[in-house]
């Protein structure tokens, strides 16, 4: 089964930061990749699927981008709904994997 | 609006069994893959099991291969996740989860989520 590790594991920032979570693969992809906001106490939320493809709804400070193995997720201009953990989802002849999480705190 | 109902989760012995369950409103549910994933309380995911929109196609992640089936009834717009030989490890909520696209496993509505706890 394909791994997926996320770095860091967490992280704190403040209100308008730029902040960078990356998802490494152990094997190759392709574009097979989704992001995940989990707030405590609710289910994850679908931002971002196909590597960059944003989900309806999604504010465009989240960005995703990345090929083969190495994946990233950008939130420009950090706000206060964004304190969250973050998970990276792929699949694989219909197998899929989470990565670890990344949660983001407030500094 | 979708919505996805999980029920059937509680407090279960070491080795016992438990069905749990999962009501989908506002999609055509026979057209979408469906999925249980699971979380530990203050842990990750891990996705467990998936089928596809007909039910003809099951996949298990290798942790529950053997103890875990997922099924669904298309009539009842229901999914089903039977679980047998608990193990602690299995404590967790588990969260039904609903295809973006017919039969691509991005999750794009999930439900609330029930919480099995397995006892000693």
């Known amino acids: 089964a394909i791994q997926l590790t996320q770095s860091p594991s967490s992280l704190s920032a403040s209100v308008g930061d730029k902040v960078t979570i990356t998802c490494r693969a152990s094997?190759?992809?392709?574009?097979?990749l989704a992001w995940y906001q989990q707030r405590p106490g609710k289910p994850p939320k679908l931002l971002i699927y196909?590597?960059?493809t944003l989900e309806r709804g999604v504010p465009s400070r989240f960005s995703g981008s990345g090929s083969g193995t190495d994946f990233t997720l950008t939130i420009s201009g950090l706000q206060p709904e964004d304190f969250a953990t973050y998970y990276c989802?792929?699949?694989?002849?219909?197998?899929?994997?989470f990565g670890g999480g990344t949660k983001v705190e407030i500094k | 609006e979708v919505q996805l109902l999980e029920s059937g989760g509680g407090l279960v012995q070491l080795g016992g069994s438990l069905r749990l369950s999962c009501v989908a409103s506002?999609?055509?549910?026979?057209?979408?893959?469906m999925n249980w994933v699971r979380q530990a309380p203050g842990k990750g995911l891990e996705w467990v099991a998936g089928?596809?929109?007909?039910?003809?196609?099951?996949f298990y992640a290798d942790s529950v291969k053997g103890r875990f089936t997922i099924s669904r009834d298309n009539f009842k717009n229901t999914l089903y996740l039977q679980i047998n030989s608990l193990r602690a490890g299995d404590t967790a909520f588990y969260y039904c989860?609903?295809?973006?696209?017919?039969?691509?496993?991005?999750?794009?509505?999930w439900g609330q989520g029930t919480l099995v706890t397995v006892s000693s």
């Open positions: 989860g609903k295809d973006l696209l017919g039969a691509v496993p991005y999750l794009d509505s």
């Open positions: 506002g999609f055509s549910f026979r057209n979408y893959g």
């Open positions: 089928i596809s929109d007909t039910g003809g196609s099951a």
């Open positions: 094997q190759g992809i392709y574009s097979a």
């Open positions: 196909d590597v960059s």
């Open positions: 989802q792929q699949f694989t002849d219909f197998l899929l994997s």
